[in-house]
Nanobody, 115 residues
């Protein structure tokens, strides 16, 4: 079974930083593109960032320049470093991988940006 354990969410003030982690098991982690999505209740689940097996990255326009996705293949972990956080970044953040035609999701970690 493909499984992810997410951590790092919490309450942070505007302008602050958080680092999310997603540790994978059940896959050869280094072989796959990994993604971070975020979702607010009653809204779309939006792609935030992606990192390929070769290390190429892409970001949503709303987070470009503030967020950095990275991976540590030795630890089977993908990270999302979030800086200069804004209230509109408040969401549940989920890591994701597509293996063939199947999509696998982490359990989600809550990020709240508020004074």
């Amino acid at each position: 079974q493909v499984q992810f354990v997410e951590s790092g969410g919490g309450l942070v003030q505007p302008g602050g930083s958080l680092r999310l982690s997603c540790e994978a098991s059940g896959i050869i982690f280094s072989s796959y593109t990994m993604d971070w999505y975020r979702q607010v209740p009653e809204k779309q689940r939006d792609l935030v960032a992606t990192i390929s097996s070769g290390g190429s990255t892409n970001y949503a326009a709303s987070v470009k320049g503030r967020f950095t996705i990275s991976r540590d293949n030795a630890k089977n972990t993908v990270y999302l470093q979030m800086n200069s956080l804004k209230p509109e970044d408040t969401a549940v953040y989920l890591c994701h991988v597509e293996v063939g035609f199947r999509n696998y999701w982490g359990q989600g970690t809550e990020v709240t940006v508020s004074s």
